[in-house]
């Protein structure tokens, strides 16, 4: 597997000066398989500059969408990935049940209401809903894809890829807690990435705002570290960042995770994701 981030951001895209190292767009990660298959994850406003490299390497893409949840910093991105305008383009999308409705949204019902100037129904690329991953796993070529709820208003699913003897895990807008209202608690989500390679966390919030945003949906830093080191994954990414943050507090998050790591004598590698940063699992 190779992993590519397009977004990086939670809530709003935040494109400036002050985000020009992790970068301010929202949720948006392409995963491409041994086989050659592409699987992108969420459609934030990442997803615009992925469609524009697709179409550069094909004029027909065929790929897998697969969505978190349909919050619109989710979404906002798929009016504006240009290969859902292109004949010959297929879309297999999967993901928390809501999915399908929540791309439709992003367009109008009919042209002219005011949202977008494009219907969903005149899209040109064939859009087609698996129904897979709410009952079950995702069988794609040599690799086998799970998902978990998550705890996140109105709900959210986390994936897991398996591929050979490689797996990465995907949790953004998760919130690590024993108060649980979805009935997930943290040891759940450990068992779900154990020994993961690598492990892709929100980590929105800093230690001293958590009481604040106490059920809106994502976590701390400190509890995404406690997660990777409960679950003893070899590499945590530190993701969804808010957009209040500047690269100076992004990288701050990584080096009191790093901190934290070496107090409990762990050799666990520590990054915050960064957009257009890849890395590759073999």
């Known amino acids: 597997m190779k992993i590519k981030f397009w977004g990086t951001r939670g809530s709003v895209p935040v494109p400036g000066k002050d985000t020009l190292i992790y970068g301010g767009n929202t949720t948006c990660v392409e995963v ?14 990442g997803i615009r500059a992925l469609g524009e490299r697709l179409l550069t390497d094909t004029e027909k893409p065929e790929v897998y969408l697969l969505m978190t949840h349909i919050h619109w910093d989710h979404v906002l991105g798929f009016p504006f990935f240009r290969p859902i305008y292109e004949p010959g383009t297929k879309i297999f999308v999967d993901g928390f049940p809501t999915c399908m409705q929540g791309l439709r949204y992003t367009f109008n019902e009919k042209p002219g209401k005011g949202l977008f100037p ?16 709410n009952r079950g796993s995702l069988q794609i070529d040599n690799v086998l894809i799970d998902s978990i709820p998550l705890q996140h208003p109105q709900g959210a699913f986390g994936f897991r890829f398996r591929e050979e003897k490689k797996t990465f895990v995907f949790l953004t807008d998760n919130e690590l807690t024993r108060e649980t209202w979805a009935n ?10 154990k020994e993961a390679d690598v492990l892709v966390h929100d980590a929105q919030y800093f230690p001293e705002e958590k009481e604040k945003y106490k059920g ?11 997660l990777a080191l409960q679950a003893n994954v070899k590499q945590l990414i530190l993701f969804h960042h808010d957009p209040s943050r500047k690269d100076s507090d992004v990288a701050f998050s990584r080096s ?3 901190d934290l790591a070496r107090k409990n004598n762990s050799n666990i590698l520590i990054k ?6 890849e890395l590759s699992l073999y």
Do not use: M, N
């Open 32 to 45: 491409t398989l041994e086989s050659g298959t592409k699987v992108i994850l969420d459609a934030g406003t």
């Open 184 to 193: 997930r608690h943290p040891e759940d989500f450990a068992g779900f990435c």
């Open 216 to 226: 809106w949906g994502h976590s701390t830093y400190v509890d995404a570290l406690s």
């Open 256 to 258: 009191q995770c790093e």
């Open 272 to 277: 915050a994701a960064k957009e257009g940063s």
């Open 118 to 133: 494009v219907g969903f129904d005149e899209l040109k690329a064939e859009i087609r809903y698996l129904d897979k991953l």
